[in-house]
């Protein structure tokens, strides 16, 4: 990863401009398209398969005035009774006008024998109940524009009008002030962190840039399909926290390497490689935690976690690709001035090596005139940790520990009118039906009855309405509604309690456990539905996954983790830690939202969480922890693989990231604090689970407890048995590889400034089976090199010096690529053939037919209709060569089938489709020996006239070094030394 990563960011830094266009185009593109398409936001809870939507499908199939989304107008009087005229004929003519609206299926009057209870006790407030034709995802706001200006005439009498019901519930969203400021806060880190403007924007215009294309995405998506209304905040809150997060370690490493001197184009590169990897690693990581949101099955969560995992994507995405495209354009302006400590530390070193350079070692290294570096706060902070690691782990363990006891009081449901703002019109209906009526009647439930069987429709209605009004928690049941089929019944039943209240849920879980009773009574199977039932099922069916997610997450992480490190002490250790941190998070949540603890400094309403708050929490802080995680203890694991002490080890990685760790964790903690006090009820929740998940992650488990855990370990925090570490693959995610390459990159440009085309330096080759002794050979450019020996030993060597298969041991290159990190390169640079004596006779395949085909197979895509003209000029070629041989030779034609073919002419032929790629290696073996050594050495002046000057050539066979014939480029003879193991 960390080799294809820095040619990424070396490609990005070449071309800037391209690359900056090319971004600033798709994040505009996305926005206007997004909104030009005019898509809305509106929430839709349904889960396919459960008990209460597949009772609204059938409704809506067989009884369809009662399966659309409803709503509720309430209405009060300050000053008269309002069931009496001139009020009550006021509300009569309105309701019969809601009627006629577009969209509406029916409206109750509140005074209809078919209302429930529909005028309060003091005769002041009323409820029109209205029926749409349409589900709550399909109203449109010109739908409830039009009941709005309807109902808007009872004002004109003194009433207020209220608007009730999901579908007028908040569907807006937008950013304000407060969101602002978290924005700014985030600058403000940044500046103090780069100590530079400069530096402190990039992160915030890449975050952005990348922001534009997801929002786009979002807003483009709500025009095809239902996107929930806290589906674009989420999206909003997620894309611009990782996305300075991850850019802001890319600056800060490219910084450093600016400092110390590397060249400003390979920094980007190490810079993209080496801190990208973290980064790509750590968004990798959310992303799957967020699109694993599918797997649960309800589609609004899934439709959620995908819009968040797209933002993660394309920050990801931006910090990879559009940073160092930026990088390119400031060249070394982006190099930090030393600060004081630096200077410092610069000054003292100097001044010691002059010193240790001039006077008696055994002298003070360090004049007392020149003052030591102070330590970074890190290296206090970690130092004081280690002094008692116990106590650490101890204090961070029962701090946490106490912040999760509400966690275990955790009560989920759907947000409904009573969590919408104050103010607000839906809030205003909620507070007003629940004062007046009871908080049952904003849940109603519906029952849906199949009344097939029965003969008695009406008597066995009334008579299940009496049953279930005799349930604990029922005020009042409605009488039955036949549809005009009569197959289908209906009857409301209004709750003591609100939607969200648990003795809600119970009431449901009471009436389906009495529906087979009733359906073995009255032969009428009942199904509990309704927009409250669904809100319930949704819950339960969350509650029900967040163990089995949370097991996968965990499980994940432990896996990942264990690639990484290469160690099973750290990943379980990881895992843990943030385990410690959800629950904190999930007991803050808890105590502020359901308890109120602080909920009116917040303006949030007391109640239960949001059903999908722990498992958007726990997919989002698993990756944010990971990241945090890599960063520290990457540096650890580098400190201990090159002999540090575990202590030191620690030291000097904590050291190494806990400025920059600390940065991202307060801006990832600013960012998500900003949507609490003013963000939307849904968002609210959110954000403050993960600004606190955050807060004691980064602070207390990756820089408290994970060093004092480490220092407890000791070495044995490395082990990893052998048998684990054999299968499992290696995640170069600190960028050795990366070192190993540019040094083997090095190397290799400096042999082919020494004219070597190929170098071997104690190359490996072999399969799974047979193995070939190291090799150490070098073949100048435009040689030709004739290598015999065993057959088995030439065709591995041969297959892996083509890139054909993965190199054993030691290293090479091809044309300046080297083995093995180059393989895939050096595969596309070699061309390979083999081709036997006359006993291997190939299929009646004409020459030109092979030639064309093999053009085209090889060939660049728009050179593929030149591929026959082209293979033409080859026969030709092949003619003029052979002719030039001092003997007769079988005439070779386009038409001429190779299998047909003398074996000097079949060798030919098949060297020059070899020769047809162009490559500047050409590798070619004879299975079979020539007839006699005259058929070798023409073979070998028809291959030097019919291959370029440049072209460099190995032949393999097993008598080649009979032929010494002259040629016109310098030829070597060689057999790879060593048995076949």
């Given at each position: 990863m960390a080799i294809l990563l820095s040619r990424l960011g070396r490609f990005a830094y070449r071309r800037a401009i391209p690359v900056i266009v090319a971004w600033f185009v798709i994040a505009v593109g996305a926005v206007v398209g997004g909104l030009a398409l005019g898509g809305t936001m509106q929430d839709s809870f349904a889960i396919p398969g459960t008990e209460s939507q597949q009772a609204i499908d059938r409704l809506a199939a067989v009884f369809p005035q009662t399966a659309g989304a409803s709503a509720q107008l309430v209405i009060h009087s300050d000053s008269g009774v309002i069931d009496a005229d001139p009020l009550r004929a006021d509300i009569e003519q309105v309701v019969s006008e809601l009627s006629d609206d577009a969209g509406v299926q029916n409206a109750v009057s509140p005074f209809s024998e078919y209302a429930i209870e529909s005028v309060s006790a003091d005769h002041s407030t009323a409820i029109v109940q209205v029926q749409f034709d349409v589900p709550s995802e399909e109203v449109t706001p010109a739908m409830l524009d039009g009941v709005r200006a309807t109902a808007s005439t009872l004002e004109d009498s003194g009433l207020t009008v209220a608007y009730g019901g999901q579908v007028f519930q908040q569907v807006e969203f937008g950013i304000t002030i407060v969101e602002g400021l978290g924005v700014l806060f985030a600058a403000l880190v940044l500046v103090v962190t780069f100590g530079s403007l400069l530096a402190a924007g990039l992160p915030l215009l890449t975050a952005?840039?990348?922001?534009?294309?997801?929002?786009?995405?979002?807003?483009?998506?709500?025009?095809?399909?239902?996107?929930?209304?806290?589906?674009?905040?989420?999206?909003?809150?997620?894309?611009?926290?990782?996305?300075?997060?991850?850019?802001?370690?890319?600056?800060?490493?490219?910084?450093?390497?600016?400092?110390?001197?590397?060249?400003?184009?390979?920094?980007?590169?190490?810079?993209?490689?080496?801190?990208?990897?973290?980064?790509?690693?750590?968004?990798?990581?959310?992303?799957?935690?967020?699109?694993?949101?599918?797997?649960?099955?309800?589609?609004?969560?899934?439709?959620?976690?995908?819009?968040?995992?797209?933002?993660?994507?394309?920050?990801?995405?931006?910090?990879?690709?559009?940073?160092?495209?930026?990088?390119?354009?400031?060249?070394?302006?982006?190099?930090?001035?030393?600060?004081?400590?630096?200077?410092?530390?610069?000054?003292?070193?100097?001044?010691?090596?002059?010193?240790?350079?001039?006077?008696?070692?055994?002298?003070?290294?360090?004049?007392?005139?020149?003052?030591?570096?102070?330590?970074?706060?890190?290296?206090?902070?970690?130092?004081?940790?280690?002094?008692?690691?116990?106590?650490?782990?101890?204090?961070?363990?029962?701090?946490?520990?106490?912040?999760?006891?509400?966690?275990?009081?955790?009560?989920?449901?759907?947000?409904?009118?009573?969590?919408?703002?104050?103010?607000?019109?839906?809030?205003?209906?909620?507070?007003?039906?629940?004062?007046?009526?009871?908080?049952?009647?904003?849940?109603?439930?519906?029952?849906?009855?199949?009344?097939?069987?029965?003969?008695?429709?009406?008597?066995?209605?009334?008579?299940?309405?009496?049953?279930?009004?005799?349930?604990?928690?029922?005020?009042?049941?409605?009488?039955?509604?036949?549809?005009?089929?009569?197959?289908?019944?209906?009857?409301?039943?209004?709750?003591?309690?609100?939607?969200?209240?648990?003795?809600?849920?119970?009431?449901?879980?009471?009436?389906?456990?009495?529906?087979?009773?009733?359906?073995?009574?009255?032969?009428?199977?009942?199904?509990?539905?309704?927009?409250?039932?669904?809100?319930?099922?949704?819950?339960?069916?969350?509650?029900?996954?967040?163990?089995?997610?949370?097991?996968?997450?965990?499980?994940?992480?432990?896996?990942?983790?264990?690639?990484?490190?290469?160690?099973?002490?750290?990943?379980?250790?990881?895992?843990?830690?943030?385990?410690?941190?959800?629950?904190?998070?999930?007991?803050?949540?808890?105590a502020v939202f359901q308890w109120g603890w602080g909920a009116e400094l917040l303006g949030a309403v007391p109640g239960p969480i949001l059903s999908f708050m722990p498992m958007l929490l726990m997919a989002i802080l698993f990756g944010l922890a990971m990241d945090y995680e890599v960063f520290l203890v990457s540096g650890m694991r580098e400190a201990h693989v090159h002999g540090a002490t575990p202590r030191q080890a620690i030291t000097r990685g904590f050291s190494g990231a806990a400025r920059v760790v600390t940065a991202a964790a307060l801006i990832m903690v600013f960012v998500f604090a900003a949507f609490v006090p003013e963000g939307a009820p849904v968002i609210k929740v959110i954000a403050l689970g993960l600004a606190v998940g955050i807060a004691v992650d980064a602070f207390l488990v990756r820089m408290t407890l994970v060093p004092a855990l480490m220092a407890l370990f000791g070495k044995a925090a490395w082990y990893l048995p052998k048998w684990l570490d054999r299968i499992l693959p290696n995640v170069d995610i600190e960028g050795e590889g990366l070192r190993t390459h540019l040094e083997d990159l090095t190397w290799a440009r400096s042999r082919v400034e020494a004219g070597e085309a190929i170098t071997l330096d104690g190359l490996v080759a072999g399969d799974r089976g047979d193995t070939v002794a190291p090799v150490t050979a070098a073949v100048p450019t435009g040689a030709l090199a004739l290598v015999s020996g065993d057959p088995t030993r030439r065709r591995l060597l041969a297959a892996t010096v083509s890139g054909r298969l993965p190199a054993r041991g030691g290293r090479a290159h091809v044309a300046g690529h080297p083995l093995p990190t180059e393989q895939s390169r050096v595969a596309r640079l070699v061309s390979i053939a083999e081709f036997g004596g006359p006993d291997r006779a190939g299929v009646e395949v004409s020459f030109g037919e092979l030639l064309e085909e093999r053009l085209r197979l090889t060939g660049a895509w728009y050179q593929s209709f030149r591929a026959g003209r082209r293979a033409r000029a080859w026969v030709a070629r092949v003619k003029d060569a052979l002719a030039g041989l001092d003997r007769p030779t079988a005439e070779v034609t386009a038409e001429t089938p190779v299998s047909s073919l003398p074996q000097l002419e079949r060798a030919v032929a098949v060297a020059a489709l070899a020769l047809s790629e162009r490559t500047p290696v050409v590798i070619l073996d004879t299975l079979d020996s020539f007839s006699d050594a005259a058929d070798a050495a023409d073979f070998l002046r028809v291959l030097d006239r019919l291959a370029p000057a440049t072209t460099t050539l190995v032949v393999g066979s097993p008598d080649v070094h009979r032929a010494r014939p002259d040629l016109s480029r310098s030829l070597l003879v060689f057999e790879p030394e060593g048995a076949l193991r």
């Open positions: 952005l840039v990348a922001l534009g294309g997801s929002m786009g995405a979002v807003l483009a998506a709500a025009a095809f399909t239902t996107v929930s209304t806290a589906t674009p905040m989420l999206a909003l809150m997620i894309g611009l926290a990782v996305g300075i997060d991850y850019a802001l370690f890319i600056v800060s490493r490219h910084r450093k390497q600016l400092a110390d001197g590397m060249d400003p184009e390979e920094s980007a590169a190490t810079a993209v490689a080496t801190a990208g990897s973290s980064v790509v690693f750590a968004g990798l990581t959310v992303v799957i935690a967020l699109v694993g949101l599918l797997i649960v099955g309800i589609p609004f969560l899934g439709l959620m976690g995908v819009a968040a995992a797209l933002a993660v994507v394309l920050a990801m995405a931006a910090a990879t690709t559009l940073l160092p495209a930026i990088f390119g354009l400031l060249g070394r302006r982006l190099t930090p001035k030393p600060r004081r400590r630096e200077r410092r530390a610069a000054a003292a070193a100097a001044v010691t090596a002059k010193h240790v350079a001039t006077r008696d070692v055994t002298a003070p290294a360090v004049p007392d005139d020149v003052k030591p570096p102070k330590k970074t706060l890190g290296e206090r902070w970690v130092g004081l940790v280690l002094k008692a690691p116990i106590v650490a782990v101890l204090a961070v363990v029962g701090v946490l520990g106490t912040l999760a006891i509400p966690a275990f009081q955790l009560s989920l449901a759907l947000p409904d009118g009573g969590s919408q703002a104050e103010g607000s019109t839906a809030r205003t209906a909620y507070d007003t039906i629940s004062d007046e009526f009871g908080p049952g009647r904003n849940g109603p439930l519906v029952l849906a009855i199949d009344i097939t069987q029965t003969t008695d429709v009406m008597g066995d209605l009334k008579a299940i309405g009496d049953r279930v009004a005799q349930l604990d928690g029922v005020v009042a049941v409605s009488a039955g509604t036949p549809n005009p089929t009569v197959d289908t019944g209906v009857i409301q039943v209004i709750p003591a309690t609100g939607p969200s209240d648990p003795k809600t849920a119970d009431l449901v879980e009471r009436i389906r456990a009495l529906a087979p009773d009733l359906e073995a009574q009255y032969g009428t199977p009942i199904a509990v539905t309704g927009a409250t039932a669904v809100a319930i099922d949704v819950s339960s069916r969350l509650d029900g996954a967040l163990l089995p997610f949370g097991l996968v997450v965990v499980g994940l992480s432990i896996l990942l983790l264990t690639m990484v490190f290469r160690s099973v002490v750290v990943p379980i250790k990881a895992a843990l830690g943030y385990l410690l941190s959800v629950f904190a998070s999930f007991g803050v949540v808890v």
